[in-house]
């Protein structure tokens, strides 16, 4: 079995992050992301249901893209994170910013 390519895609004013993300492969994921990001004015919704791994690496991403977000006056929130990665994000006790509803 293969894991499904890591991708960051974005559709009206979803950002849509799916596949099997990990330390080797975050960084373009992580790059696309950025690139989205940038061009979206207002609101922007991140949709994590596609993710086929749970990774720390993936908090450090979505961290990453908040800041960024704060930075060019766009308001982030995600959706449908994986249990599994809300339990990892609530050992540093960002269970509650991970689960932000738009």
Do not use: Y
């Not at 895609?9 to 992580?30: F, M």
């Not at 908090?59 to 959706?79: D, I, P, Q």
């Amino acid at each position: 079995m293969t894991a499904s390519v890591p991708r960051a895609q974005l559709e009206a004013e979803v950002l849509s992050v799916s596949g099997a993300i990990d330390a080797h492969n975050v960084a373009p994921v992580r790059a696309e992301g950025e690139r989205q990001i940038k061009t979206v004015t207002g609101n922007l919704v991140v949709d994590l249901g596609g993710l086929s791994t749970t990774h720390s690496v993936i908090l450090s991403m979505l961290l990453c893209w908040s800041r960024l977000a704060e930075k060019h006056g766009v308001s982030l929130s995600f959706t449908g994170a994986p249990e599994r990665l809300v339990s990892l994000a609530a050992l540093s006790n960002l269970e509650d910013w991970l689960q932000s509803r738009p």
